[in-house]
């Protein structure tokens, strides 16, 4: 467990970091459009980028926590036993998901992506470190949720 503690800590302070720059980065937008008249040609793509990495990272990061949002009008309904059962079809179909679409989906994506030496137009960032973050984020979820499994 002190794995997914370091784990923990490590995605909370990127998602911390990442939220302060992305905040810096609009603040900065904004002053460069209304005060100075000329607005800055990056921030536009790099918010959009910081977006994306806060989304899909913050996915793995509440899916660790078990803070996700969650229907449990039936679960609440059915009885201990079958709730388990439940919840063990969930946490499989939750791994599962997460092996195809983050993770060999993702990585697809990237690997199409690198090949075709796609770059963002403004920052000229490698568009394959952008989508780097969903196998990241698959990888992530398929840990944490077999952790769950372990643990239980």
Partial sequence: MQLRKTIDKVLANALVIIMAVMVVNVL????????????????????????????????????????????????????????????LVVTWSIILFSLCAFVIGGARLVYIVYVLDQHSPALQVPLALVYLVIPISGVLIIYYKLSDLLKK
Wanted: charged fraction near 20%.
């Fill in 28 to 87: 900065w937008q904004v002053a460069s459009r209304f005060l100075l008249g000329a607005p800055s040609s990056f921030t536009d793509e790099l918010a959009r980028y910081l977006l994306i990495w806060i989304g899909i990272l913050g996915a793995a990061y509440v899916s660790g926590q078990n803070l996700h949002v969650a229907i449990d009008v039936l679960p609440k309904r059915l009885s201990e036993k079958t709730q388990k059962r439940l919840r």
